[in-house]
Structures are given as structure tokens and as C-alpha cells.
């Protein structure tokens, strides 16, 4: 199915005449629908997202005049390679989306296949009614997607997978027919064989497949729940109502595009409790299954201590030790739901499966009702999950061998095996799963790069299907066959079931049109992957040291699980979250980066306006580094990218203002009042504003008359030393307090609060007696060099009290933060003075929060009780890299009684939201959530903000002030 150029550029012409949806041949979009959340790699030709079926027809259409393949495509999160395709990837999810209705009488509902899975659960859930199968990545995966792969999740073993949810598609043939299709009964059936043309042909050869090989179909399938893999040709049987749609679901978009479905729908308990049971190692929780099976629990997830220990390694990104400390002693864990319309119910039958674990191997139980502490409980195994791509000591896992399943009485002899296969090929992973249903997910640590580590994963490969059939298993349990697990099915199947796999896709598909390479004639299991191959040598800047120094290494640490989609909550990915455009993730942009490493499909390196446009709305937040489940740091990324791209090159204007502002600020600090009154006069404002690269929405900053500094030592002078008026610090404890740039010249009451505070808090308070900076401006707009040569003067001025051990708060985030992580990362190498080198890592270990350094070093400050209502507005880098638990610790003493907003990013970000050209983004990011968070917050509620960027977008576009916190401590300080 190969395309000249001549005939791209037609088929494109084409598409876009006769398609009202987007059609998409970029580079751009050939980069990032390359890979899926698999080890593969398939650069499409195009890619289509159709507006609804008549534009899946026209497509289709085309596809079959040109000769290309076609590849369905959802969120883009399948693990085993199936929704990758060398022609046309029809992506689903941008309009394909919604649910036309719900019977909440009969607990149906249709849905477009684009609709997200949480979207679903969310209106079912206003009668009372869910969608029972819930994978992991609920938030953002599609329900054509779960149909394809027939997904399954933690509530299967109660409400089954997706195909035992399925009422009806509405498929389109690969020649264009459309039809409606599910359970058929014998008089249907008849009058569908009955009827000319296609219908009739494809309804005669099904049931003749069917009549012919009943004896096959009835036993040459294993006998387990979670049987994912090959084609579920009994759904054909009699006595399974010749269900046509459910022998579709799980065939991977091979057979039959789904434009829509009717799904069951079921009553969701109202009240649910955990019980958690501990065991001596996995296997022996596995084996405490089979006798629990009857109480009808709504999950049975299984876990081991390997993966505890790698959640608590990634303490700052997972769920922290107070849910680890929860769990019962054990080297293995049972985690078991139910349900009832009651708390008593449900608190009554937990209280009846916790006595049946006791009475059997376990070494402790607990219950748990609190819904809050349910869902700490439940974060171990959501962050576990994701935490297992990567071990704690940078090891990269894969999956591949992903999600097999075992009959339950046979899953603790299956894992022990398993474990004993994995050190005959000197392969380590983490399992997990569903014990419930004998299915069991891993990443192991396979050698993709070399040619003997691929011929292990082969071999490996091969004798594991080997191990999982000889107990009766399948080697896919969840995620599907795909690319991964395709060659393997002819060891799981007899050779006359797999003849009929093919012969079912022929009588759907003929031509071989859909998903080629998929299901039947797979593609071989070790070719096309795409974390081996060519990486180009390309200078770089930055150390990477979790990461063995490799920047193609740091991108491969997104494995496309696509959290990042995930558009419900946290801070990850703003400029996603508005535009909707895959380059616009973190996925996506990794994508890009390691193509343009790779060189194939980017070419020109550094100089590669794909990745450059990509990352132009980039916020540098950070919200990827602590979001991500494999802690993807973008912003550090996107750094290394513009020093290298602009070496040589003249740069964007605001990279010489607003990457510089600490220099332009401190030369204008001087002429305050006649440069605020310019900035006043809406010509000189304007003309500012345009030299600058500064758009023309914003309003400029207003400067201090007078700066921190200047302040600071001029009342040092006047009242002579500090001295404690009631607080009950460390005695004799001198801190430093940061004078970061936006505190010094903009807003320098922020420093005489916290001076006041930590003044009162029993601390002798100092400054540089010079400005200082982190180096964040340049940071982030690429200018590493002088970023560095900036770190270098600060971490020299501060050599003596750094020495002294004097600790160091800051009080703007993105500066702490850098103070705290990319300071001492960027001065740690080995071309560095040992001198420097020692005082940049004394300074990110002495460097606190406000509230951190209170908490730690004078818990017992007096403050008075305020009794004030408030939110919180998190600065994206302190969610990222410092955590806010110590500010809510602190503002819950004073009498603050705060609501923390999940409202992402504020979409200022530093320079970003200033920027010509990122203010529709800027503002679509604030509206999201904080804006409308503002508008309905009442007067009288404080508004905290500890972001200079957080405070001035909420003033300048949600007309609230915001204060600091050391702002509000002053007004606590008792007089």
C-alpha cells in the first residue's frame, strides 16, 4: 500500500475537498501519532479527525481509490502497538465525541465513539447508573478505544469486561456499508441472510462460519474471565445469541469501524469501603483469592512490596508515606471493594470479608470507610501503575509482555513461575493486577537498543505465551494482542481457530483495508520498535543526571499513557487544556523531541521548526514533572531546545526583555516614578509594549519606589539589630531571606511581611547586602549561559552565610523552586569550580518555603486565630517540585480556613503570558477554572497567592487582589 509523493499530495487534496473535519499530513502530526503507549513505532501518512460517520465514509472512500490503509485511533493509550498505522489514522477524539442518550429505565446509553469514558460515567451517574469496565486512564480514554481493545479494569470481576457491556454498534464496512449490529435472534438471523448484497453475503458467511466449527468454537477457547486475545468468534454460538457486535469488540478496528454504540449501563452502590489484606509475598495473596470469590466483591487488585517501595522512592510524585503507613504488614497485598446503599451496609459486609481473610493466611487486615482515605489507599496502586515504567534507580521498563491472565486458583503458582522465568532471562519488573480475574500487568526492563537484548525479549516473549497456555491462561487479559502479542496467538490457539480469525476478517474486510498487520498476518513482535534504532549525536547543555545524561533518554521517559490528556484536573498540560492539539501535551511534545533526535521524520535538529512551534506554548510550568507518572520535565527540555536552536541566530525580542528582566529592573529601579509614569501614558505604554514583544492586552508591571533591599537596610539601620518579639524560633538562628527579582522591585511589602513574620517568629532576619538572582528568566527562555554565569555570582555572594549553614527562605515559588532543583543541577558539573559546585548544593539544601522553614523551625510561634475564609491558587512550580502541605499545615494554625483550587495553571507562567501572541492561550488557561473560581468567591473570602505571576493574572484578569501568605501572617501577628 505504499504512496508516491504525487499521490499524497492528491489524496490530500482530496480529503480536504471532501472532508469537513481536519485532515492533517504535517510533519507535526506524522511525529506525534507515531507511537501509542507501546514499544512501537509507525509514522502514519496522514491523519483525518472526521466530524462524524458521513466524514469516516468519506475517508474510507478515498482510501480504498488510493490504496491506503486505514488505522482507528482514540486517546492514543493502547500498550500493545494496534493503533499504529503506515497510512490514514482516523482520530476519533477530537469531534466524535458525546452521548446522544441515556434510558435510565433500561441503563443504556449510546455514545460516539470519540466520547471519553469519564464523560460517560459522569452523566450515568446523575441516575445512579455507571459504565462498569474502568481501565486506568478513565480520565481520557475513549469508548471506540475500550471497544477495540475490549478493556476491562479494577470492577470487571463484578461487571465484566466491555464486551459483556455492549448491546450494539453502528460499524461501517470496509466498502462503505453501514449497519446496525448485536444479539441476533434466529428469525433475524434468517431475514438477514436472506437479503441481497452485502448485508446478506456478510450475514450468510458468518453464520455459515459459525454452523461449520461449532464444536471449535465451544472448546478451542480457554475458560477465564479475562480472555482478551484473538477473536471472540463463540459470541457466533446459539446459546450466546449470535451477539455480532460482541465477536467485533476486541478486534482491534481490524474488522469493522465503530461510529457509535449502545452500552449497558449498571447500578453503581452509592456507598463503597476498602478492605485491605496483607500477606506474606504476592503469590500467597494471589492464593488467598479463589476462597474470597464468592463474597462478590466489587474489585480484587493485588500488589507486592516491590511496588510500595518504588511508590515511597517517588514520595514527592505519589501518594507519601501517610497511605503507605496505612497498609497491613505483609509482603503482599489484597485491596477488595464493596458496596451497599448504606454506610452500615457497606461498612457491615467489609466487616464480613475482612473476618474471611482472617480466618485464612492473611497477616492483617484493615477497613476503611472514609471515602478521602479510600482514595490515598487507592493512589499506592494508581501511582504505582505509572511509577513502574521507570525504577527508582533510572532503569527503564517496557511493556510488551504487559497484561496476561491465569485462571484465579492458578494465578500463585503462574506468579511464582513468572517470577522464575524472569531470572532465567535476567529480566526485573513490578507486578500487579486484577487477581480477581488471574490477571496480572508488568514492565520489565528489556534491552530494546542491542540486538542480543532483542533477541531475548523474542525469546522471553515466546516462553512466557508458553508458560501462560500451559496453565490455561491467555496472554492478553486487558489491553489487547495488537503488534505485541499478534505472532504469539498461534501458541495460545490450534491452528484451525486461527484459520478462522483470518477468515472472519476477510468476510468484513476482503481487501485488508483496516488495520493491516493487526489481529491477522501480524507484524513480527520484535521489528518497528522504536526505543531502538539511529539517535542522532546532538550537542547538549544541560546535565540530565536522572538520566544517565542522555536527552533522548529523558524524552523515552514517556511511555504515552497520556495523563496528559487528561484535561479533569491538575496542573499538567495548561496549553493542552486549551488548545486540544496533541503537540500541545507533554506526550506530544516528547514525541517530537525524540523524532527530532531519531532523524528520520525531523531532520534538520535543532533547527527544527516543528518542535520549536510545539514547544512555542510550552508554559515552562512544570506541571509535567510531578503530573507525569514518569516525572517528563518538559520545561527542562524546552530550555536545552531554545539554547540550542537560537546559538546562532538573532532571538525573539522577549527573550532580550523578558528573559533579562532582572537586568532591566534593577537599571530601571532607579528612575521608578518617571518610568511608572511612562508606562501610564498610553502611547509611551503602548510603544513599551511593542518593542518589548509584550501584547498589548497586558498591563505593564508598576515598580517600586523604593526596593526590598534598599527598604530592608535602611530600616536595619534606623532600628539597629533585629531582635525576636515573641516568637520561639531556634535560638540565635539567623535566616537569610531571598530577595528574589519580582519581590524586590515590584512588590516589596511581600518582604517587609515576612520579615515581620519571621522577626516575630524569633529569628534574626538578613538580606544579600546586593541584589542576587536565580537565574529563572534566562532559564526559561534558553539563555543558559548567562543563566549560569548568574547562578555562579549569586552562590559566590552568598559563599559565607552558606558556609555558616544559615538557612534560606524564599518566598516567589518559581524562584525557590529553581534555588531548590536546577541551581545546583546546572552547577554540579564537572567543568565547575568545586567551590561553587559545594555552595550551589548547600544552597538548594538550606533553601525553604516560608512555611516550610516555620513549621520546621519554630512550630510553636504564636500567631493569633484569624476565623477568615480563603483560597489558594498554587503556583504551578510549587506543585511541581515543593509541594503546599507545610502552607496548608501553617494557614490551618492561624485560622485560615482554606479551600486549596485544583485550577491548574494559572496560564500567566512567568514571561509566557506575557508574550505577544500567547494571550488567547494565556487567558483560555485561566478560564478554565480560576477565573470562574474568582467571580464566585465572596467578598469577604481571601484570595492567596504566593505567585507573582498567579497574583498579577488574577488582578489583571479576574479583578481580586491576591495576597502572599506572609502578607496574611502579618495580619495574625498579635499586638
Given at each position: 500500500?505504499?504512496?508516491?509523493?504525487?499521490?499524497?499530495?492528491?489524496?490530500?487534496?482530496?480529503?480536504?475537498?471532501?472532508?469537513?473535519?481536519?485532515?492533517?499530513?504535517?510533519?507535526?502530526?506524522?511525529?506525534?501519532?507515531?507511537?501509542?503507549?507501546?514499544?512501537?513505532?509507525?509514522?502514519?501518512?496522514?491523519?483525518?479527525?472526521p466530524?462524524?460517520g458521513?466524514?469516516?465514509?468519506?475517508?474510507?472512500?478515498?482510501?480504498?481509490?488510493?490504496?491506503?490503509?486505514?488505522?482507528?485511533?482514540?486517546?492514543?493509550?493502547?500498550?500493545?502497538?494496534?493503533?499504529?498505522?503506515?497510512?490514514?489514522?482516523?482520530?476519533c477524539?477530537?469531534?466524535?465525541?458525546?452521548?446522544?442518550?441515556?434510558?435510565?429505565?433500561?441503563?443504556?446509553?449510546?455514545?460516539?465513539?470519540?466520547?471519553?469514558?469519564?464523560?460517560?460515567?459522569?452523566?450515568?451517574?446523575?441516575?445512579?447508573?455507571?459504565?462498569?469496565?474502568?481501565?486506568?486512564?478513565?480520565?481520557?480514554?475513549?469508548?471506540?478505544?475500550?471497544?477495540?481493545?475490549?478493556?476491562?479494569g479494577?470492577?470487571?470481576?463484578?461487571?465484566?469486561?466491555?464486551?459483556?457491556?455492549?448491546?450494539?454498534?453502528?460499524?461501517?464496512?470496509?466498502?462503505?456499508?453501514?449497519?446496525?449490529?448485536?444479539?441476533?435472534?434466529?428469525?433475524?438471523?434468517?431475514?438477514?441472510?436472506?437479503?441481497?448484497?452485502?448485508?446478506?453475503?456478510?450475514?450468510r458467511?458468518?453464520?455459515?462460519?459459525?454452523?461449520?466449527?461449532?464444536?471449535?468454537?465451544?472448546?478451542?477457547?480457554?475458560?477465564?474471565?479475562?480472555?482478551?486475545?484473538?477473536?471472540?468468534?463463540?459470541?457466533?454460538l446459539?446459546?450466546?445469541?449470535?451477539?455480532?457486535a460482541?465477536?467485533?469488540?476486541?478486534?482491534?478496528?481490524?474488522?469493522?469501524i465503530?461510529?457509535?454504540?449502545?452500552?449497558r449501563?449498571?447500578?453503581?452502590?452509592?456507598?463503597?469501603?476498602?478492605?485491605?489484606?496483607?500477606?506474606?509475598?504476592?503469590?500467597?495473596?494471589?492464593?488467598?483469592?479463589?476462597?474470597i470469590?464468592?463474597?462478590?466483591?466489587?474489585?480484587?487488585?493485588?500488589m507486592?512490596?516491590?511496588?510500595?517501595e518504588?511508590?515511597?522512592?517517588?514520595?514527592?510524585?505519589?501518594?507519601?508515606?501517610?497511605?503507605?503507613?496505612?497498609?497491613?504488614?505483609?509482603?503482599?497485598?489484597?485491596?477488595?471493594?464493596?458496596?451497599?446503599?448504606?454506610a452500615?451496609e457497606?461498612?457491615?459486609?467489609?466487616?464480613?470479608?475482612?473476618?474471611?481473610?482472617?480466618?485464612?493466611?492473611?497477616?492483617?487486615?484493615?477497613?476503611?470507610?472514609?471515602?478521602?482515605?479510600?482514595?490515598?489507599?487507592?493512589?499506592?496502586?494508581?501511582?504505582?501503575?505509572?511509577?513502574?515504567?521507570?525504577?527508582?534507580?533510572?532503569?527503564?521498563?517496557?511493556?510488551?509482555?504487559?497484561?496476561?491472565?491465569?485462571?484465579?486458583?492458578?494465578?500463585?503458582?503462574?506468579?511464582?513461575?513468572?517470577?522464575?522465568?524472569?531470572?532465567?532471562?535476567?529480566?526485573?519488573?513490578?507486578?500487579?493486577?486484577?487477581?480477581?480475574?488471574?490477571?496480572?500487568?508488568?514492565?520489565?526492563?528489556?534491552?530494546?537498543?542491542?540486538?542480543?537484548?532483542?533477541?531475548?525479549?523474542?525469546?522471553?516473549?515466546?516462553?512466557?505465551?508458553?508458560?501462560?497456555?500451559?496453565?490455561?491462561?491467555?496472554?492478553s487479559?486487558?489491553?489487547?494482542?495488537?503488534?505485541?502479542?499478534?505472532?504469539?496467538?498461534?501458541?495460545?490457539?490450534?491452528?484451525?481457530?486461527?484459520?478462522?480469525?483470518?477468515?472472519?476478517?476477510?468476510?468484513?474486510?476482503?481487501?485488508?483495508?483496516?488495520?493491516p498487520?493487526?489481529?491477522?498476518?501480524?507484524?513480527?513482535?520484535?521489528?518497528?520498535?522504536?526505543?531502538?534504532?539511529?539517535?542522532?549525536?546532538?550537542?547538549?547543555?544541560?546535565?540530565?543526571?536522572?538520566?544517565?545524561?542522555?536527552?533522548?533518554?529523558?524524552?523515552?521517559?514517556?511511555?504515552?499513557?497520556?495523563?496528559?490528556?487528561d484535561?479533569?484536573?491538575?496542573?499538567?498540560?495548561p496549553?493542552?487544556?486549551?488548545?486540544?492539539?496533541?503537540?500541545?501535551?507533554?506526550?506530544?511534545?516528547?514525541?517530537?523531541?525524540?523524532e527530532?533526535?531519531?532523524?528520520?521524520?525531523?531532520?534538520?535538529?535543532?533547527?527544527?521548526?516543528?518542535?520549536r512551534?510545539?514547544?512555542?506554548?510550552?508554559?515552562?510550568c512544570?506541571?509535567?514533572?510531578s503530573?507525569?507518572?514518569?516525572?517528563?520535565?518538559?520545561a527542562?527540555?524546552?530550555?536545552?531546545?531554545?539554547?540550542?536552536?537560537?546559538?546562532?541566530?538573532?532571538?525573539?525580542?522577549?527573550?532580550?526583555?523578558?528573559?533579562?528582566?532582572?537586568?532591566?529592573?534593577?537599571?530601571?529601579?532607579?528612575?521608578?516614578?518617571?518610568?511608572?509614569?511612562?508606562?501610564?501614558?498610553?502611547?509611551?505604554?503602548?510603544?513599551?509594549?511593542?518593542?518589548?514583544?509584550?501584547?498589548?492586552?497586558?498591563?505593564?508591571?508598576?515598580?517600586a519606589?523604593?526596593?526590598?533591599?534598599?527598604?530592608?537596610?535602611?530600616?536595619?539601620?534606623?532600628?539597629?539589630?533585629?531582635?525576636?518579639?515573641?516568637?520561639s524560633?531556634?535560638?540565635?538562628?539567623?535566616?537569610?531571606?531571598?530577595?528574589?527579582?519580582?519581590?524586590?522591585?515590584?512588590?516589596?511589602?511581600?518582604?517587609?511581611?515576612?520579615?515581620?513574620?519571621?522577626?516575630?517568629?524569633?529569628?534574626?532576619?538578613?538580606?544579600p547586602?546586593?541584589?542576587?538572582?536565580c537565574?529563572?528568566?534566562?532559564?526559561?527562555?534558553?539563555?543558559?549561559?548567562?543563566?549560569?554565569?548568574?547562578?555562579?555570582?549569586?552562590?559566590?555572594?552568598?559563599?559565607?552565610?552558606?558556609?555558616?549553614?544559615?538557612?534560606?527562605?524564599?518566598?516567589?515559588?518559581?524562584?525557590?523552586?529553581?534555588?531548590?532543583?536546577?541551581?545546583?543541577?546546572?552547577?554540579?558539573?564537572?567543568?565547575?569550580?568545586?567551590?561553587?559546585?559545594?555552595?550551589?548544593?548547600?544552597?538548594?539544601?538550606?533553601?525553604?518555603?516560608?512555611?516550610?522553614?516555620?513549621?520546621?523551625?519554630?512550630?510553636?510561634?504564636?500567631?493569633?486565630?484569624?476565623?477568615?475564609?480563603?483560597?489558594?491558587?498554587?503556583?504551578c512550580?510549587?506543585?511541581?517540585?515543593?509541594?503546599?502541605?507545610?502552607?496548608?499545615?501553617?494557614?490551618?494554625?492561624?485560622?485560615?480556613?482554606?479551600?486549596?483550587?485544583?485550577?491548574?495553571?494559572?496560564?500567566?507562567?512567568?514571561?509566557?503570558?506575557?508574550?505577544?501572541?500567547?494571550?488567547?492561550?494565556?487567558v483560555?488557561?485561566?478560564?478554565?477554572?480560576?477565573?470562574?473560581?474568582?467571580?464566585?468567591?465572596?467578598?469577604?473570602?481571601a484570595?492567596?497567592?504566593?505567585?507573582?505571576?498567579?497574583?498579577?493574572?488574577?488582578?489583571?484578569?479576574?479583578?481580586?487582589?491576591?495576597?502572599?501568605?506572609?502578607?496574611?501572617?502579618?495580619?495574625?501577628i498579635?499586638?
Open positions: 500500500m505504499g504512496v508516491s509523493h504525487a499521490r499524497t499530495m492528491r489524496l490530500q487534496e482530496r480529503l480536504r475537498d471532501e472532508v469537513r473535519g481536519d485532515v492533517d499530513f504535517s510533519t507535526t502530526a506524522r511525529a506525534t501519532h507515531s507511537a501509542d503507549a507501546s514499544i512501537y513505532r509507525h509514522p502514519p501518512l496522514g491523519v483525518v479527525y466530524v462524524d458521513a466524514d469516516v465514509a468519506a475517508v474510507l472512500a478515498l482510501a480504498r481509490e488510493f490504496d491506503v490503509a486505514l488505522t482507528m485511533r482514540g486517546a492514543g493509550t493502547s500498550i500493545a502497538g494496534q493503533v499504529l498505522g503506515r497510512g490514514l489514522v482516523l482520530d477524539s477530537r469531534y466524535m465525541s458525546g452521548i446522544s442518550e441515556i434510558d435510565p429505565e433500561g441503563h443504556t446509553a449510546w455514545v460516539g465513539p470519540g466520547t471519553v469514558l469519564d464523560e460517560l460515567r459522569e452523566a450515568a451517574g446523575k441516575h445512579g447508573l455507571t459504565f462498569g469496565p474502568d481501565p486506568s486512564t478513565h480520565s481520557r480514554c475513549t469508548l471506540g478505544g475500550m471497544i477495540g481493545n475490549d478493556s476491562c479494577s470492577h470487571s470481576v463484578a461487571w465484566g469486561r466491555t464486551a459483556d457491556n455492549i448491546e450494539e454498534l453502528d460499524v461501517l464496512l470496509a466498502d462503505g456499508t453501514r449497519l446496525t449490529v448485536g444479539r441476533t435472534s434466529p428469525e433475524e438471523l434468517r431475514r438477514r441472510c436472506a437479503e441481497p448484497g452485502r448485508v446478506g453475503d456478510l450475514y458467511g458468518l453464520r455459515d462460519l459459525s454452523t461449520a466449527n461449532l464444536e471449535l468454537l465451544r472448546t478451542g477457547y480457554p475458560r477465564l474471565p479475562r480472555r482478551v486475545s484473538g477473536y471472540a468468534l463463540d459470541a457466533l446459539p446459546e450466546n445469541g449470535f451477539h455480532l460482541r465477536a467485533l469488540v476486541g478486534t482491534e478496528g481490524t474488522c469493522a465503530v461510529l457509535g454504540a449502545r452500552v449501563l449498571m447500578p453503581a452502590p452509592p456507598v463503597r469501603a476498602l478492605v485491605v489484606g496483607g500477606y506474606r509475598s504476592m503469590p500467597a495473596a494471589a492464593d488467598a483469592v479463589p476462597d470469590l464468592d463474597v462478590a466483591p466489587l474489585t480484587v487488585e493485588g507486592g512490596a516491590d511496588m510500595v518504588t511508590v515511597l522512592a517517588h514520595a514527592p510524585g505519589g501518594p507519601g508515606p501517610t497511605a503507605l503507613d496505612r497498609l497491613p504488614p505483609g509482603r503482599g497485598w489484597l485491596f477488595l471493594e464493596v458496596g451497599g446503599d448504606t452500615s457497606a461498612e457491615g459486609r467489609a466487616g464480613e470479608l475482612a473476618t474471611r481473610l482472617e480466618a485464612g493466611t492473611t497477616t492483617g487486615t484493615i477497613v476503611v470507610t472514609d471515602p478521602a482515605e479510600q482514595r490515598k489507599l487507592w493512589s499506592i496502586r494508581e501511582a504505582g501503575s505509572g511509577l513502574v515504567t521507570r525504577a527508582p534507580d533510572g532503569t527503564e521498563a517496557w511493556p510488551g509482555w504487559e497484561d496476561a491472565a491465569v485462571p484465579p486458583e492458578q494465578l500463585g503458582r503462574y506468579l511464582e513461575d513468572f517470577q522464575e522465568l524472569q531470572r532465567q532471562h535476567n529480566l526485573r519488573g513490578i507486578p500487579y493486577g486484577h487477581f480477581g480475574e488471574g490477571c496480572v500487568h508488568v514492565r520489565l526492563d528489556f534491552d530494546l537498543d542491542t540486538a542480543p537484548g532483542r533477541a531475548n525479549f523474542r525469546d522471553f516473549m515466546e516462553a512466557a505465551a508458553d508458560l501462560v497456555v500451559s496453565y490455561g491462561g491467555s496472554i487479559g486487558e489491553h489487547g494482542d495488537g503488534q505485541a502479542r499478534g505472532e504469539l496467538l498461534g501458541r495460545m490457539y490450534p491452528p484451525e481457530l486461527v484459520n478462522l480469525f483470518a477468515q472472519f476478517k476477510f468476510l468484513f474486510d476482503p481487501d485488508n483495508l483496516l488495520n498487520g493487526i489481529g491477522v498476518d501480524p507484524r513480527p513482535l520484535d521489528e518497528n520498535v522504536r526505543v531502538s534504532g539511529p539517535a542522532r549525536q546532538l550537542p547538549l547543555a544541560l546535565p540530565y543526571p536522572h538520566d544517565d545524561g542522555s536527552l533522548a533518554k529523558a524524552t523515552r521517559r514517556c511511555v504515552g499513557v497520556g495523563t496528559c490528556v484535561t479533569s484536573s491538575g496542573v499538567m498540560c496549553s493542552y487544556m486549551v488548545t486540544g492539539q496533541e503537540e500541545h501535551s507533554t506526550r506530544g511534545r516528547a514525541r517530537l523531541l525524540g527530532m533526535l531519531r532523524g528520520e521524520i525531523i531532520t534538520d535538529g535543532w533547527d527544527s521548526t516543528e518542535v512551534e510545539a514547544l512555542d506554548l510550552c508554559l515552562s512544570k506541571g509535567c514533572l503530573d507525569c507518572p514518569v516525572n517528563v520535565d518538559m527542562t527540555y524546552k530550555s536545552e531546545f531554545l539554547h540550542q536552536h537560537y546559538r546562532r541566530r538573532i532571538r525573539p525580542v522577549t527573550h532580550y526583555s523578558l528573559g533579562a528582566l532582572p537586568l532591566w529592573l534593577r537599571l530601571a529601579a532607579p528612575l521608578a516614578p518617571q518610568a511608572n509614569g511612562m508606562a501610564q501614558t498610553r502611547w509611551a505604554g503602548n510603544l513599551v509594549k511593542r518593542m518589548a514583544g509584550i501584547a498589548a492586552q497586558r498591563e505593564l508591571p508598576t515598580l519606589e523604593t526596593t526590598f533591599l534598599r527598604a530592608f537596610h535602611r530600616r536595619r539601620r534606623a532600628a539597629g539589630p533585629s531582635r525576636a518579639t515573641g516568637g524560633g531556634r535560638a540565635g538562628t539567623t535566616v537569610l531571606l531571598w530577595p528574589d527579582t519580582f519581590t524586590n522591585y515590584l512588590e516589596p511589602r511581600i518582604g517587609a511581611a515576612a520579615t515581620e513574620v519571621l522577626e516575630h517568629a524569633g529569628f534574626t532576619v538578613i538580606v547586602r546586593n541584589p542576587v538572582c537565574g529563572l528568566t534566562w532559564v526559561t527562555t534558553g539563555q543558559l549561559n548567562v543563566a549560569r554565569a548568574v547562578m555562579r555570582h549569586t552562590v559566590r555572594t552568598l559563599a559565607a552565610p552558606l558556609r555558616a549553614g544559615v538557612p534560606v527562605v524564599g518566598l516567589e515559588p518559581s524562584c525557590t523552586s529553581v534555588l531548590r532543583g536546577e541551581l545546583p543541577e546546572y552547577l554540579s558539573a564537572a567543568s565547575e569550580n568545586a567551590d561553587v559546585a559545594a555552595w550551589a548544593t548547600q544552597l538548594g539544601q538550606q533553601t525553604h518555603t516560608l512555611a516550610g522553614f516555620l513549621n520546621e523551625y519554630a512550630p510553636d510561634a504564636e500567631f493569633g486565630n484569624l476565623d477568615v475564609d480563603a483560597i489558594t491558587q498554587v503556583h512550580h510549587q506543585h511541581a517540585t515543593l509541594g503546599f502541605s507545610a502552607e496548608e499545615r501553617l494557614m490551618e494554625r492561624v485560622g485560615l480556613h482554606n479551600r486549596t483550587l485544583d485550577a491548574g495553571c494559572c496560564g500567566l507562567a512567568g514571561n509566557f503570558g506575557f508574550e505577544d501572541g500567547h494571550y488567547e492561550v494565556s483560555g488557561a485561566a478560564e478554565r477554572r480560576l477565573l470562574p473560581e474568582m467571580r464566585a468567591a465572596t467578598p469577604d473570602t484570595v492567596l497567592a504566593d505567585g507573582y505571576s498567579c497574583r498579577t493574572q488574577i488582578e489583571q484578569l479576574g479583578d481580586r487582589r491576591a495576597q502572599h501568605l506572609a502578607e496574611v501572617l502579618r495580619t495574625a498579635p499586638t
